[in-house]
């Protein structure tokens, strides 16, 4: 060993031999020396790599790895601190392995952080390659590092190369010593050839570790599966089984089922011939999933389950396990049975249900009619379940399509009575509920019919009935205002006639008679002029020949003089002449208006206005009487209250308008009376 100038020592290999005189005498030594380090380098590299594959392909951690290249360094370089990471490229991080420094001149393992995001040195090394920085040298912020250790004295000489494997740089390796210089580049293909060593040992051990954790992931399936899980012989022997196979057949443990179930097919199976039918799907198939099987248990029930099965060969193909997975789906069979009673149930009821009920996809196309639908339409269900509704004419034709369509846009039912004339002829009125209901993630139209054909009828009978009623009361009047004209008045003229002539007579004979036969006649004379305008209250003739205006003036004027009331009018004068239905029902509501206020309400003043507004006559009659409450004409004590009112709301009714009465206790009333002009034209 030799030592230089600067006092290192190196290694020499020195060959000597003896100086001789002529004479044989030892005048001197010559001795040639050869520096020898780069061969005791190449030598201990040598070795150290020959000791390193040995000891990593006995390394079962990656830390156990770590402290074996760390060992390797240490003899080969020699180092004060240094560390060893793992590095992630899909998280951008990396993770302290090992990390040593020398302290109070002992060399210590050094507690670390686990996850660090990588500085920019350590990025710059794991993407452009190894690095060797002295502290001579004018250092940029990437020679930067993660601090550790003695943190107050940085290292003088440091070594960084990444560690591979497979083409990925999967780590970070790094050797410091404090002393200048202490590393050469030489020495730093040799680190990083030492690193690559340690990638390889990284991966093989991330493999294991990860087929272990693979196997053990596995293994807690199996044992925690809530399927069965099985493996059974060519013959249908139970090879294997996990905990929930005894479980969901009522045995305690995979070994009590084991051996207590001989044969699959003979002794677990309820039938055992759809063993063999399972035998068969999986021979022409290799695998079966979902096949329905009803299995016996421990204490003698019976379940259903789904089973997936497959078969397992070996590399020349020859057959040797079954399988496979079962699932317990009795409560779903079970559920499957109930609801299908219930759909039954269901079918029966719409069945035979007396509301016509209908059910239509998105298309249009019917997928349901029952036989009430098809009896209120005139067909049979068969032909109702044919039909296409957006292709039925009727439909269209008579609004049905516009309820089905704001049905299903709304989302909301509609309800409304519509009138059709089916496609098989059958004209009728119904009331439709038409709602949205959703079947398969689509939206489909729910139809409801009630045949409301009879109650329309009787409807329109009702309606009709009042003014059929006014019209059969006028009919009486018109006959009684006849028979009091032809019959009562001329019998009361004759009357008047003769009692004339027997007053002539007994004039002069009896003066006191004749005064007596003057006085009856003239109260023949005021019966004659009373009949005479009962009658015309009964038929007005002026109405007849005159129209509604003209009357309605004229018995104003008569009615003022004979109550002593004052009535203002203001009637509009019409175009062409009302029907005299009209007339006669707008006459009667003044009449009644007219004595209503004055037999009632005491009235003095009464004000009368007909109009045309708006498409509709407006007859208004406001009087300044005593009032009254509405909501108290009622049935009392046997006598019926307000009919003057409920005739003119029937008169109004009859000629399709409404009827609008105002009034108070002590501020008069108001009767509003509008009736359509095309109805009443």
């Known amino acids: 060993m030799n030592r230089r100038k600067d006092g290192s020592d190196f290694p020499v290999f020195l060959n000597t031999s003896l100086i001789k005189s002529n004479a044989g005498d030892r005048i001197g030594m010559l001795g040639v020396a050869r520096n020898i380090s780069e061969e005791k380098r190449n030598a201990r590299q040598i070795a150290a790599f020959s000791q390193l594959g040995s000891r990593l392909s006995g390394a079962v951690a990656v830390e156990e790895s770590a402290h074996v ?58 993407k452009e390659g190894a690095r060797l920085i002295n502290s001579g040298q004018d250092l940029q912020p990437p020679a930067t590092g993660i601090p550790f250790g003695d943190v107050k004295r940085p290292a003088a000489c440091r070594m960084y190369v990444p560690i591979h494997s497979h083409g990925a740089v999967v780590g970070l390796l790094s ?14 293909e040799v680190l990083q050839a030492l690193a690559d060593h340690c990638g390889n040992a990284l991966r093989r051990i991330k493999l294991k570790d990860a087929l272990c954790e693979a196997e053990a992931n596995y293994r807690s399936i199996v044992e925690n599966a809530s399927e069965g899980i099985f493996t059974s012989s060519l013959d249908g022997k139970i090879l294997c089984i996990n905990p929930a196979m005894a479980r969901i057949h009522g ?68 057959v040797l396990y079954y399988q496979g997975t079962i699932q317990d789906i009795t409560q779903r069979k079970r559920t499957q049975q109930r609801l299908a009673d219930a759909m039954e149930l269901n079918l029966t009821i719409l069945g035979s249900s007396s509301v016509g009920i209908a059910a239509y996809r998105p298309s249009g196309q019917c997928i349901f009619a029952n036989a009430a639908v098809a009896g209120i339409v005139g067909g049979t269900p068969e032909q109702l379940m044919l039909q296409n509704y957006l292709q039925i004419p009727s439909w269209e034709k008579y609004g049905w399509l516009q309820v089905a369509e704001d049905a299903l846009s709304s989302r909301q ?74 019959s009562v008045n001329q019998l009361i003229a004759s009357v008047q006639m003769r009692l004339r002539r027997v007053e002539e007579k007994v004039a002069a004979a009896a003066p006191s008679a004749a005064e007596i036969l003057a006085r009856c006649r ?23 020949q005159l129209g509604f205006a003209a009357a309605c003036a004229n018995f104003c004027r008569e009615f003022g003089t004979r109550t002593n009331t004052k009535v203002r009018c203001r009637i509009a004068r019409f175009e062409h002449r009302l029907p005299p239905l009209a007339e006669l029902n707008l006459f009667r509501i003044v009449q009644e ?30 009087d300044e009487g005593c009032g009254f409450d509405p909501s108290r004409i009622n049935v009392k004590k ?44």
């Open 175 to 188: 050797i410091q010593s404090y002393t200048p210089g202490a590393y050469s580049h030489g020495d730093l």
């Open 69 to 126: 290249i760390m060992e390797i360094a240490s003899d080969l370089f020699g180092w004060d601190a240094g560390y060893i990471d793992t590095f992630s490229a899909d998280t951008n991080t990396i993770v302290h392995v090992l990390v040593f420094d020398t302290i109070d001149g002992r060399r210590q393992r050094v507690p670390s952080r686990k996850l660090l995001e990588p500085t920019p040195l350590m990025l710059l090394v794991l």
């Open 638 to 681: 046997g006598r019926r209250k307000g009919i003057g009112l409920t005739n003119i709301r029937e008169r109004a009714a009859a000629l399709g308008g409404t009827c609008d009465i105002q009034s108070k206790p002590g501020q008069g009333t108001t009767i509003t009376v509008c009736v359509p002009y095309a109805v009443a034209g």
């Open 413 to 486: 039912a509609q309800l409304k009575e519509l009138y059709f004339v089916s496609s098989f002829g059958r004209e009728a009125w119904v009331e439709c509920r038409m709602a949205p209901f959703t079947s398969s993630g689509e939206l489909h139209l729910l139809v409801l019919m009630i045949d409301i054909t009879k109650r329309k009828e009787i409807e329109e009978e009702l309606r009709t009935l009042p003014g059929r009623i006014i019209e059969a009361q006028e009919m009486e009047r018109l006959r009684v205002a006849r028979e009091l004209h032809d």
């Open 593 to 622: 208006a007219l004595n209503n206020a004055h037999k009632h309400a005491q009235a003095k003043q009464v004000q009368l206005s007909v109009s045309l507004l708006s498409g509709s006559i407006h007859l208004r009659i406001r």
């Open 522 to 544: 003239d109260l023949l004379v005021r019966a004659l002029e009373e009949n005479r305008r009962i009658a015309h209250d009964l038929r007005p003739t002026d109405l007849d």
């Open 251 to 318: 045995y305690g443990s995979s070994d009590e089922m084991i051996a207590r179930v001989g044969v699959l097919g003979r002794d677990l199976y309820a039938r055992p011939e759809l063993r063999a039918e399972l035998v068969r799907l999986l021979t022409d198939r290799g695998s079966v999933d979902g096949f329905e099987i009803e299995t016996n248990c421990e204490d003698g029930t019976k379940i259903w389950g789904s089973l997936n099965a497959r078969i397992v060969r070996n590399t020349a193909g020859e």
